[in-house]
């Protein structure tokens, strides 16, 4: 933003470049335009403008909170406002979409339309229905508050925060704390299009002087052209030219005709008086008389004719007659005759070719004076086009650019204006206690909300189904709260504890996800030991066994295998043995569970040496298979994935993959093991379930549970197609 400085004071212009793009644009400095809007005079323009007349607040919890644009039902708009008016509140009570109830400083009620016009001894103005009433939960009471609009602006002038970006740009960065953000933001967007509405008038009151003396000289102008041309005008009438150069040629063509006629004239004049010497002549009496030449008159050509045929008549008969002979005397005297009248006819001729060539002369005299006259009437003319020529581009320049060496002479405004008139200040500036009590609320809600932000956001381990859900898009078939027990199975006929009966959602949801789809082999992983596969594999071998099927739960950790162990059996032989030799066949391997007669395990056997690579022999596939025929569910208890990847060996053998993850022990990064798993479908059908859930209300019809005695002592290790 530019602000005019000393030099720049007096708009200047340059006269070979008048487009207007230097003119009405003086130079302005950042600080003196922060002033600028700073002001109270512009901020109470500003608000004016917005109307913001009155302010609105509705009854919350604890306080009074102000609405404001679109949340509001209803606006009053204000006509006329005594001063008696301001700070003071009035309620508004919406009775329906038509009418409403005013409640007035003391009290008073009185029942108005919406639309009409309400008249009070504090002011006069209108209420008028809001888009926001509509709405079911509207508020009916609003208060309304009538605001000073000076002390508002001194106010709102005082809030605002206004700098430059950094010490070269020329731009500045403009800031307002209000409690409505939607009103800040109209105070800041109005604030500086009033900034620019009046940078524009000023612009204009520059561009309105300008024009009008333009305007001025365009008059004036006028006038003098009007004059210039008539003078034009009356000298071509006096002079009788219109356009001298045609008129000029033209003169030279008459005077040359006329040269040429006169020379005519004279060939034939001259051609009569020789005719006329030679009649008079004594010795050419009897001669015939020359040709008439270029004359070409038939009376004098028809007598000399005559005159010589008689001629020619007399010579013959002068050959044959004595002069003195009647005869001859006759035809002399016819001669004689015929001579005056040729000698009478050349004379009338020639005295009318006298007569046509002095009125030739006369004539050709006047056009070579005019012809001489030209030059002068030329100069004439060219000065006084050149006087109508400058004024006509004048004029036609002031019509076109409207700028002139003449603006500089009236584009004069003041190179200061008044900001803000001089007024003083009625409430302390300090202490700020809104400021302290705003800050006081900020510290006792944001530092307990902080202190548990900050708990969470350093906890790096799942808190939840939530966690999983953000994490990956895997499904979760189930949570498992956590309950201590000293025993692995707690899903027997007779429990009812909250965890036994979220085994059995589980298995339900397992069942619905593969309706009409065979779901007998079930492989069971986690991230990372600790997790619970090996209670979730066991219980939930134990929910299937409750619905009649028969179930068998192998131990594929071959690593830290745990299966066995937590049942109170012996590990000795099992999943190793029966891939590492012919000679121990699947029934050798497969052992009851003692708990529930037709859940049945299989161990890992003795720790290998090569467990990922004793997992990729075909033998794997075949006892899978085996077993498939003698039992309903196949369940693995594999290895984590996310330390070794023995469970992919697996794959191919499996209808279904269930991730365990523990709340409050698996790490958030860790649920991308399980979304790299579900996305690039490394197992069949991955689901989840969390491990150790927050309790969060008791389900099932009983919290005890009884278990049944252990039959580890009668071991079998046979088990009956």
């Not at 009151?205 to 052209?225: H, P, S, V």
């Not at 994490?471 to 692995?488: F, Q």
């Not at 579900?678 to 379930?689: G, R, S, T």
Request: aromatic fraction near 6%; proline fraction near 4%; include cysteine.
């Amino acid at each position: 933003m530019l602000l005019k400085d000393e030099e720049s004071a007096r708009p200047t212009f340059d006269l070979s470049d008048l487009t207007g793009a230097n003119i009405l644009q003086p130079n302005k400095k950042v600080e003196n335009e922060i002033v600028v809007l700073k002001a109270k005079s512009l901020m109470q323009r500003t608000l004016e403008e917005l109307e913001l007349y009155t302010s609105y607040f509705v009854e919350d919890e604890v306080k009074y909170v102000e609405i404001y644009g679109e949340e509001l039902p209803a606006k009053v708009i204000v006509s006329k406002l005594d001063e008696s008016a301001y700070n003071k509140v009035v309620t508004l009570h919406i009775k329906d979409n038509s009418s409403f109830e005013l409640v007035e400083f003391d009290g008073s009620r009185t029942s108005h339309k919406f639309g009409q016009e309400v008249n009070k001894p504090y002011g006069t103005f209108t209420v008028v229905m809001a888009a926001a009433a509509v709405t079911p939960d509207s508020p009916k009471n609003i208060l309304v508050r009538f605001n000073d609009m000076r002390k508002m602006a001194i106010s709102y002038s005082g809030r605002l925060d206004i700098a430059p970006v950094n010490k070269e740009a020329n731009v500045i960065r403009i800031g307002l704390i209000d409690a409505v953000p939607e009103k800040g933001k109209d105070i800041i967007n109005k604030l500086i299009e009033v900034y620019n509405k009046e940078d524009d008038e000023e612009k204009n009151l520059i561009a309105a002087n300008a024009i009008d003396f333009i305007d001025e000289r365009l008059k004036l102008l006028t006038a003098e052209l009007t004059d210039v041309e008539k003078n034009v005008e009356q000298y071509k009438r006096k002079n009788e030219v219109t356009d001298i150069g045609s008129q000029a040629k033209m003169y030279l063509e008459k005077a040359s005709d006329y040269n040429r006629q006169l020379t005519d004239w004279g060939i034939q004049i001259d051609v009569l008086e020789s005719i006329e010497r030679y009649l008079s002549n004594q010795q050419t009496q009897n001669e015939l008389v020359p040709s008439t030449l270029n004359i070409q008159d038939p009376t004098l050509l028809g007598l000399i004719n005559k005159f010589n045929e008689l001629q020619l008549e007399r010579q013959r008969m002068l050959r044959t007659t004595q002069p003195d002979n009647p005869l001859v005397q006759g035809m002399n005297d016819q001669l004689a005759n015929l001579r005056l009248n040729i000698l009478e006819n050349l004379q009338n001729i020639k005295n009318s070719l006298i007569i046509t060539r002095d009125q030739l002369q006369a004539n050709y005299a006047q056009f070579e004076s005019r012809v001489q006259e030209v030059p002068s009437i030329e100069r004439d003319l060219l000065e006084i086009n050149r006087q109508q020529g400058t004024k006509q581009e004048l004029y036609l320049y002031l019509l076109q650019k409207r700028e002139e060496s003449a603006l500089s002479l009236v584009a004069n405004v003041s190179n200061s204006r008044v900001i803000d008139a001089a007024t003083a200040e009625e409430e302390p500036t300090l202490p700020k206690t809104k400021l302290i009590y705003l800050l006081a609320v900020l510290l006792g809600l944001g530092l307990p909300f902080a202190g548990i932000y900050l708990k969470g956001a350093l906890n790096d381990k799942i808190q939840g189904v939530r966690d999983i859900e953000l994490a990956t898009s895997a499904p979760v078939l189930g949570e498992i709260t956590y309950k201590k027990t000293r025993h692995p199975l707690v899903v027997t006929h007779d429990s009812r504890t909250t965890v036994a009966e979220q085994f059995r959602q589980i298995r339900a949801n397992l069942q619905f996800a593969f309706i009409g789809k065979e779901n007998r082999v079930i492989l069971i992983t986690s991230s990372m030991s600790g997790e619970g596969k090996t209670f979730f594999s066991l219980n939930l071998g134990a929910s299937l066994v409750l619905t009649g099927k028969r179930v068998v739960v192998l131990c594929f950790d071959l690593r830290k295998p745990s299966l066995l162990q937590s049942l109170g059996l012996p590990n000795d032989e099992g999943i190793t043995n029966y891939l590492m030799t012919d000679t121990v066949a699947m029934e050798d391997i497969i052992y009851p569970s003692g708990t529930l007669p037709d859940l049945f395990v299989i161990g890992s056997g003795p720790t290998p040496l090569n467990p990922a690579e004793l997992m990729l022999l075909p033998k794997v596939g075949k006892l899978l298979e085996e077993l498939k025929e003698v039992f309903d569910h196949v369940i693995i208890d594999t290895s984590p994935v996310g330390q070794v990847a023995d469970a992919l060996a697996l794959a191919p053998y499996i209808n279904s993959t269930i991730y365990v993850v523990r709340n409050n022990y698996t790490y958030k990064k860790q649920i991308r093991i399980i979304d790299d798993i579900y996305k690039n479908q490394k197992f069949k059908h991955p689901m989840i379930v969390v491990n150790g859930a927050k309790v969060e209300a008791g389900y099932g019809y009983g919290y005890g549970y009884k278990q049944t005695p252990s039959s580890n002592q009668n071991r079998s290790r046979k088990v009956e197609a």
